[in-house]
């Protein structure tokens, strides 16, 4: 499968746990978002990464959150002390940047992960 | 700050019908990119059709077909002989250029009647 990718599919915490999250994007891309969909909204960006370097965030992104790239490959979503408002799926996304005959990026999207905080 | 709004929570059509999503949105760019995403139950999010803000020929997909408004910022998208499978969650989407991120609308849940 050649697709986005995201593990784990759910997760069930208890408010004040850590969690982490796992994104592997497609492997040609260099361009990895994430977003954050609560019930019946759309997604939200949180923070976009081109290779290693994470060139945005959001102010959604509080700093209980950190989202690394270490080898501009996969990337981890960190949720420190969660709290019960972080219930949410996240969502990963992948692209390559703009050129100079394409000045959009197509998004693919995995799966997400299904974060719920009791 | 870009918005996009879909002011239909929830739509109904029947087999073989033909139904229209809606969806505007605000900006003050003149150069940009309008997307229809489709995320089925438990499924991810596809990419349905796309529309660049600087073409005035509305894109079309297959079945699928948008209305670009630019001047309204309107952009609605039309599903033509409706199946099953079409059923999900649409949101409407915008980019700016060389941009870095969607901007997604609430979604509308589409129902197919068969």
């Known amino acids: 499968d050649t697709g986005v990718s995201q593990n784990p599919r759910h997760k069930i915490t208890k408010r004040g746990q850590n969690v982490t999250f796992r994104c592997d994007p497609i492997?040609?891309?260099?361009?990895l978002y994430w977003y954050r969909q609560t019930l019946g909204q759309g997604p939200e960006f949180l923070t976009y990464?081109?290779?290693?370097?994470?060139?945005?965030k959001s102010r959604l992104l509080s700093d209980r959150f950190s989202a690394e790239r270490p080898k501009g490959s996969f990337s981890t979503l960190e949720i420190q002390r969660t709290e019960q408002g972080d219930s949410a799926m996240y969502l990963c996304?992948?692209?390559?940047?703009?050129?100079?005959?394409?000045?959009?990026?197509?998004?693919?999207f995995g799966p997400g992960t299904r974060l719920t905080v009791l | 700050a870009q918005t996009v709004t879909q002011s239909q929570p929830e739509m109904s059509v029947q087999e073989a019908e033909t139904v229209t999503l809606s969806c505007t949105y605000d900006?003050?760019?003149?150069?940009?990119?309008l997307f229809w995403y489709k995320q089925p139950p438990s499924r991810q999010m596809i990419l349905v059709i796309r529309?660049?803000?600087?073409?005035?020929q509305n894109a079309t997909e297959n079945r699928f077909s948008v209305n670009f408004q630019k001047a309204a910022k309107s952009f609605s998208l039309k599903i033509s002989d409706s199946q099953l499978g079409d059923a999900a969650m649409y949101f409407c989407?915008?980019?700016?250029?060389?941009?870095?991120?969607?901007?997604f609308g609430a979604g509308t849940i589409l129902r197919v009647k068969s």
């Open positions: 996304a992948s692209s390559f940047p703009p050129t100079g005959t394409t000045t959009y990026n197509e998004q693919f």
């Open positions: 492997s040609e891309h260099n361009r």
């Open positions: 990464f081109q290779n290693e370097a994470q060139l945005e």
């Open positions: 900006t003050s760019e003149s150069d940009y990119y």
């Open positions: 529309q660049e803000a600087y073409k005035q």
């Open positions: 989407a915008y980019e700016a250029e060389y941009g870095n991120k969607l901007v």
